[in-house]
């Protein structure tokens, strides 16, 4: 039974991965495509902050500094240099991961709601400062290519080819995850979420592991902000450096289950179809809904379901499973 278990789960695996990749050829019209692509460029973003707020439990609601950092870097590439945004990719990570060092040295050693305001703070630092930066277009942004030189340019006219791009960058996203978790790294990471005295006690060097995970954090969030920017075409600092995207991303992460693998990816794939369908509804009076959708999420997770709803699934899927277990097993009990 339990072979029969293992080999059920890889088939639905299997299965999943079939859909995910035949999405955008099986709901093909440009919103259906356009809305696909935004999951996954969400799970990206999502999936990197989770690394340092769902494994480390750092909840920082600064990380759209670092998105905003790759989309600028991106677009700043192509504005002042002429070169492929691509090349911006590199330099986002770069300058991302070294605000991150900065930033991360005093303010990973408050914990709580204190290490989320501090980050707060320091988002809200850099946006009036990019707002007031002609270097970086002050208010109005920079701009992309608006007619592509080279495929190297990533400005597509259809959603599709973004598509495969950002599920091919959401795989390696989740495999470097995946790798993090099973690494000493990980193991440090949850014990210091648990109880980082009691860490502390066992060897674990705390300091050290947060500020690694939140650099390593920063660097793939600025990978989704280049991403946005390229797929976009523009950033500016409502759409790159805007504190809803950074309460939009951790909303992600908290929805599907923080500190589980998959738990962002579930997340987005709710919360951006939910975004996109009623903005389409209501046009412009949206926007104001937008915050009280958020603002509902937060309440309903916090009250009745914190670990997310992938963490709802499994407790569910185990306690169905625990019960079939023994006898499946041929299990039986001393008299």
């Not at 695996?13 to 809305?35: D, G, M």
Request: glycine share 12%; proline share 4%.
């Amino acid at each position: 039974m339990v072979r029969n278990f293992k080999w059920a789960a890889l088939v639905w695996l299997s299965v999943l991965v079939a859909v995910i990749v035949a999405y955008p050829l099986l709901f093909s019209t440009p919103f259906q495509q356009r809305l696909g692509a935004l999951v996954l460029l969400y799970a990206i973003a999502a999936s990197a902050w989770n690394i340092v707020g769902g494994y480390a439990g750092q909840v920082s609601v600064g990380h759209v500094v670092f998105f905003g950092c790759g989309a600028y870097a991106a677009m700043g590439a192509y504005t002042h240099f002429g070169w492929s945004p691509l090349l911006g990719i590199p330099i986002g990570i770069l300058v991302s991961a070294g605000i991150a060092a900065v930033i991360g040295v005093p303010t990973l050693r408050l914990s709580g709601h204190y290490f989320s305001m501090a980050t707060i703070a320091v988002a809200e630092l850099v946006r009036l400062i990019v707002t007031n930066t002609p270097y970086l277009g002050s208010a109005i942004g920079l701009s992309g290519p608006t007619v592509p030189r080279n495929v190297f340019d990533l400005s597509f006219i259809s959603a599709l080819p973004y598509y495969y791009l950002f599920l091919a960058i959401l795989a390696v996203t989740l495999l470097i995850t995946w790798w993090m978790t099973n690494s000493r790294m990980g193991f440090y990471l949850r014990a210091i979420r648990d109880s980082e005295r009691a860490a502390r006690s066992l060897g674990a060097r705390a300091s050290r592991t947060k500020l690694s995970a939140f650099m390593l954090s920063a660097g793939m969030t600025s990978v989704a902000g280049a991403l946005y920017a390229m797929m976009f075409g523009f950033v500016d600092p409502e759409s790159g450096l805007g504190l809803l995207i950074s309460v939009k991303i951790l909303i992600m992460a908290a929805l599907g289950g923080a500190g589980l693998l998959f738990g962002p990816l579930v997340g987005a794939a709710i919360l951006v179809p939910l975004e996109e369908i009623s903005n389409n509804l209501l046009g412009g009076k949206g926007a104001g809904l937008t915050f009280v959708v958020y603002g509902a999420i937060i309440v309903l997770i916090a009250r009745f379901q914190p670990g997310g709803i992938l963490s709802l699934a499994q407790r569910l899927w185990s306690k169905q499973w625990g019960r079939k277990l023994p006898a499946a097993t041929g299990v039986t009990h001393a008299p």
